[in-house]
T-cell receptor, first 115, second 114 residues
Framework: EPEVTQTPSHQVTQMGQEVILRCVPI?????FYWYRQILGQKVEFLVS????????KSEIFDDQFSVERPDGSNFTLKIRSTKLEDSAMYFC?????????????FGPGTRLTVT | AQSVTQPDIHITVSEGASLELRCNYS??????LFWYVQSPGQGLQLLLK??????LVQGIKGFEAEFKRSQSSFNLRKPSVHWSDAAEYFC????????????FGPGTSLSVIP
């Protein structure tokens, strides 16, 4: 069964450093998403992406964040200058159709620890 | 503001017992409703969803959920729990005013006693 994969599974970085989290969505999907879950808190929507541009973003997704589909298979989330409060589990998701009616398939997540 | 609440942080049930996980939402209209499950080390998996129509929806793994408009609830049920059902369960809503944004509840952790 096709699945969303994410690398690395765990990333440790120092405050102020840039990190790139990578995702490989399901191959025929066209809509991509990032969510995060701070330890002990809710899963929060960050951004959706389609046709090489952001469709929607939350208030969390500020100028420190960016997303990119650098090639036909990867979808990345970049945090330019990490803060302690960026420590969280980051989930990538993809769907074949747009919008909340389309089932989003989630990856296993990348745990980001900022020290 | 839109919100999703799951009153039970943690529930423990015996294998074979019935299960009900509660979910309430706050939203001006009927949203799209979802239940996701997250097993340790795994991503979120969609159990079932409600958009409109029959208020009792069937999902995977023997789960069902009932939408009650008058109570703004979407409770998840299973008649007989298996040890493999131990996981974190998230209720979520999708707003009709937003294309993509899904709002998650805080989750309920389910433990199953053999």
């Amino acid at each position: 069964e096709p699945e969303v994969t994410q690398t690395p599974s765990h990333q440790v970085t120092q405050m102020g450093q840039e990190v790139i989290l990578r995702c490989v969505p399901i191959s025929n999907h066209l809509y991509f998403y990032w969510y995060r879950q701070i330890l002990g808190q809710k899963v929060e929507f960050l951004v959706s992406f389609y046709n090489n541009e952001i469709s929607e973003k939350s208030e969390i997704f500020d100028d420190q964040f960016s997303v990119e589909r650098p090639d036909g298979s990867n979808f990345t989330l970049k945090i330019r200058s990490t803060k302690l409060e960026d420590s969280a589990m980051y989930f990538c998701a993809s769907s074949a159709t747009q919008g909340v009616r389309g089932e989003q398939y989630f990856g296993p997540g990348t745990r980001l620890t900022v020290t | 503001a839109q919100s999703v609440t799951q009153p039970d942080i943690h529930i423990t049930v015996s294998e074979g017992a019935s299960l009900e996980l509660r979910c309430n939402y706050s939203y001006g209209a009927t949203p799209y409703l979802f239940w996701y499950v997250q097993s340790p080390g795994q991503g979120l998996q969609l159990l079932l969803k409600y958009f409109s129509g029959d208020t009792l929806v069937q999902g995977i793994k023997g789960f069902e959920a009932e939408f009650k408009r008058s109570q703004s609830s979407f409770n998840l049920r299973k008649p007989s729990v298996h040890w493999s059902d131990a996981a974190e369960y998230f209720c979520a809503v999708g707003m009709k005013t937003s294309y993509d944004k899904v709002i998650f509840g805080p989750g309920t952790s389910l433990s199953v006693i053999p």
